[in-house]
């Protein structure tokens, strides 16, 4: 099918004052105190799915419990309630999948599941990336999951469906159904059924784009993009082609980003996601997951190459805006793989001392750290307990003698689904099975050397709820100018608001 034209995205008109923003207050007496210092830069990274617990195991993993992830050394910390809304209303979902979280920081509007950029009503909304860039400042996103996934696609796109990602138009991947089961009609606006990957390529919102996803583009997404003076690392493929494959498309590699030199870049390392860091340190030398860069190098990159450019167009007196996600943080929560999980987090956070080493030389850079939701009820267990799913009975009611206290529920059988309940749209097979639930056991620095993981001697012990999201407050962390403003408990929305506010020097008027 023919793809359909996009039209150039135009910053929506804004109408209408918005009400006085909310008093920030810091949890902490202020360290670092820099309100007044005028902000130049603001990076914003996310840890997909990274919920409070999954911090605190990687600090244990790998520093010990008494240590400290780089994120937890930012001197502003709070919390970020993530429920979206239900499609057509205004009324919570408790459960956010990721496009709805990262329309609701990109846009500042609650919207429903899956959608990209749009509100709950199918209407586009502006996105900060979108206000930045056409502010004059440049600007950068990056992800280690394919570039045109919900989490990056939400600051550089408008889509009514997260899946439709590209390379071409479908339906079934692009049209919201009806209740009866039958499409949506096409909305007026096409850019909204147009695929992540051909807006990505058309509408030059970021100058600098690093992540996964070479399969979603195809050879006339590199030509417009060249024709925008992208410098366009790999090749998309050969036009001669009715699709592209991996013998026809070259990914970008870590090499080829070290050259990287131009004012506005695109690098695609994989055609799917990136590589996990565990996976990729099995591998030998000379595999090809082994030429992709850790989300640590993209960051570097990206904001030596953002910085550069601003450094070149002095004078005009605007910074940066970038964003930076570890997405397989979620990925691997959702298969309940602890190990990779923890790598996940701490490849992450090598990405935080790269953002907050520069803002620390900078002194007019706010970073930003936080995540979209919880994933799969992620937990550190007593060493030598076990898992509810696993008991054959609920937990002895140990205030059963209380007449007050004395109500204990009762199970028919251990490790039964309940089917009314449980739709399992995400767990695979063998989720019904309580052994697949079993923890999963970490030595940590304190452990002595004969400790091994996975043995019952190690005294991290993992477990999860389920292989989904949850509506779990996630973590926040901040430095520098006006980080105070973060050291809250704080609506995903908000957080809109605030960068729009450090970035602009002024609230944002409603959308
Ligand atoms: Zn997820």
Sequence with gaps: MRRRPVKTLTVLALAGAMAAGSAATANSAPQNDERGKDIRNVIYLLGDGMGRTHVTAARDRYYGPGGKLTMETLPYTGAVATYAVEKGTAKPSLVTDSASSATAWSTGVKTYNAAIGVDSYEKKVATLMEQAKAAGFATGNVSTAEITDATPAAQFSHALLRGCQGPVYSDAACLPKKEDGTYEAAPADKTLITPIAEQIARNGTADVVFGGGLARFEPDDQKALQAQGYQVLGNFGDAALPAQTAASQKVATKADLDKANGK???GLFNRGNLTVEQAKAGLPADAPQKQEPTLADMARKSIALLSDRKQQERGKGKGFFLQI?????????????????????????D?????????????????IVTADHECAGFNIIEHGTYTNS?????????DAGNPANNSTPSRATSGAKDTTRSTGIVNGAGSGDAKNFAPATFRTPDDAPDVKDGSPEASLWLTYLSGNHTGADVPIFAYGPNGSAFAASQNNTELYTKMYRSLFGRSPQHH
């Design 264 to 266: 506005k870049v695109i």
């Design 325 to 349: 996600e570890g997405a397989q943080i979620d990925k691997r929560s959702h298969a309940n793989d602890a190990a990779q999980t923890l790598g996940e987090v701490k490849a992450f956070d």
């Design 351 to 367: 990405a935080v001392k790269a953002a907050y080493d520069f803002a620390k030389k900078d002194g007019h850079t706010l970073v």
């Design 390 to 398: 696993e008991a054959v009975a609920p937990p002895a009611n140990t």
